[in-house]
């Protein structure tokens, strides 16, 4: 009896260990890979609010031991970088910390939850309190320095509207991947503005002040049916 005992005892505290250290391992990894869709801010995370954002990412010099499944690594010179939901990693000892990423890099899809906001006319991609801009000559987009008027606009401002009524909200009806996603808005945004010749990233659209408002009118219902023909629901 005393031997069962101690050998029940034994198997109940090697299972309590196994448990502790699978629950350790779970804690350890990087939990953002549903890039914080859904939910408030948690330890070492802020809400970014800047143009109604509103959304959590971890804060700038936080290690995570983890990278999410999803990341993609980017290269500038001898430096490797890690990008993934609209957040940038570097490597730091046996981790990686979480970063700014260095202006002029390319990246091949925007962040899945990305705000649009105009400056000049000229529409920029905001998340994690950095911009992009789409480079047709790269095929994918820069990380570029926040356009003037960015710099001081309130935390919780009203991002820049475009100077057009036309906005398009296009959501997935089909559950395409954000790759996906991102591939399809670029070549309907190509056949559109080949069809009309009005080019939303450029400023004025590439068109005479006079045709602008028409153009602009044309290039997104152009936009909206190429994107419903994909299984898109667009508004």
Not at 3 to 17: C, P, Q
Not at 44 to 70: I, K
Not at 98 to 108: N, Q, R, S, T
Not at 141 to 168: H, I, K, S
Request: charged share 15%.
């Amino acid at each position: 009896m005393i031997l069962n005992t101690a050998f029940t005892r034994t198997a109940l505290l090697s299972a309590l260990g196994l448990a502790a250290s699978l629950a350790c391992s779970l804690t350890q990894a990087d939990p953002r890979d549903d890039h914080g869709r859904g939910r408030a801010p948690v330890a070492h995370e802020h809400m970014d609010a800047r143009f109604s954002h509103n959304h959590p990412y971890y804060d700038r010099g936080y290690v995570v031991r983890d990278l999410p499944r999803d990341r993609i690594i980017i290269n500038r010179g001898p430096n490797h970088y890690y990008y993934s939901g609209g957040m940038w990693y570097a490597p730091r000892g046996i981790g990686f910390v979480v970063v700014a990423p260095p202006i002029g890099v390319f990246v091949p899809l925007l962040p899945p939850f990305y705000s649009t906001v105009w400056f000049g006319g000229v529409p920029y991609y905001y998340a994690n309190d950095t911009y992009y801009m789409w480079s047709a000559q790269d095929n994918g987009y820069e990380v570029v320095d926040a356009p003037p008027g960015a710099v001081n606009a309130a935390p919780d401002e009203q991002p820049p509207q475009p100077p057009t009524t036309n906005q398009l909200f296009i959501y997935p009806r089909n559950g395409q991947t954000a790759d996906q996603q991102g591939k399809d808005k670029y070549e309907c945004h190509a056949a559109a503005m080949g069809q009309t010749g009005f080019d939303p990233t450029a400023s004025g659209g590439n068109v005479p002040p006079d045709q602008f408002t028409g153009k602009s009118r044309d290039y997104y219902r152009a936009m909206a049916a190429c994107l419903q023909a994909r299984g898109y629901s667009v508004e």
